[in-house]
């Protein structure tokens, strides 16, 4: 069964570098996404993606991220100078349609700031 | 911004009976909901979903009710089985828009043998 992968499983990096987080969405899939869950905490919307485009962000996705599909497999999301506060499990998820439509989820990447 | 909650944090059941999972929701534009489970170490996975338009959708053990006058779904695991053991997240989409999840906090269900 097709499934999102997302490299590194865990990232370990000090304040204020940079980091990016890689993912492989399922192949027919048009539509990508970024979500991330701070420990005891909701998972959160972060930015959809189509069409090589931002289609939607949320409030924490600040000029401190970026994301990217740099060749025809991958998307990746990159934190310029990471925070304390930046320290989460991110996921990666993927659909074939918009809306009326499931994500599937990637396993994650737990980024810790030191 | 609770727009969609799951009031329940944890629910214990015995192996064979009906586990039921409540979240409730306060944006009456969402229009499409979705259960995900999800186990230590790994991202959520989709269980099942449920139109706005329908008020009961079905698969296999587990059954998904929606309640729009009440703001309310719940998602049924009939019989239940140590396997789904996980917490389960109940998500909301539509809104304004078109591409975003809006998660609860997830209910931990543990089935005991």
């Known amino acids: 069964e097709p499934e999102v992968t997302q490299t590194p499983s865990h990232q370990v990096t000090q304040m204020g570098q940079e980091v990016i987080l890689r993912c492989v969405p399922i192949?027919?899939?048009?539509?990508f996404y970024w979500y991330r869950q701070i420990l005891g905490q909701k998972v959160e919307f972060l930015v959809s993606?189509?069409?090589?485009?931002?289609?939607?962000k949320s409030e924490i996705f600040d000029d401190q991220f970026s994301v990217e599909r740099p060749d025809g497999s991958n998307f990746t999301l990159k934190i310029r100078s990471t925070k304390l506060e930046d320290s989460a499990m991110y996921f990666c998820?993927?659909?074939?349609?918009?809306?009326?439509?499931?994500?599937?989820f990637g396993p994650g990447t737990r980024l810790t700031v030191l | 911004d609770q727009q969609v909650k799951q009031n329940s944090p944890s629910l214990s059941v015995q192996e064979g009976r009906i586990s039921i999972l409540n979240c409730d929701y306060t944006?009456?534009?969402?229009?499409?909901f979705l259960w995900y489970k999800k186990y230590p170490a790994e991202g959520p996975t989709f269980l099942i979903s449920?139109?706005?338009?329908?008020d009961k959708n079905e698969d296999g053990r587990f059954t998904v009710f929606l309640n729009k006058s009440a703001k309310h779904l719940s998602l049924h695991i009939v019989p239940s089985q140590p396997g789904d053991s996980a917490v389960y997240f109940c998500?909301?989409?539509?809104?304004?828009?078109?591409?975003?999840?809006?998660f609860g906090k997830g209910t931990l269900l543990t089935v005991n043998p």
């Open positions: 998820a993927s659909s074939e349609f918009s809306s009326y439509n499931e994500q599937f």
């Open positions: 192949s027919n899939h048009l539509y």
């Open positions: 993606f189509y069409n090589n485009e931002i289609s939607e």
């Open positions: 944006n009456s534009m969402f229009d499409y």
């Open positions: 449920i139109s706005s338009i329908k």
């Open positions: 998500a909301a989409s539509g809104g304004g828009s078109n591409y975003k999840l809006t």
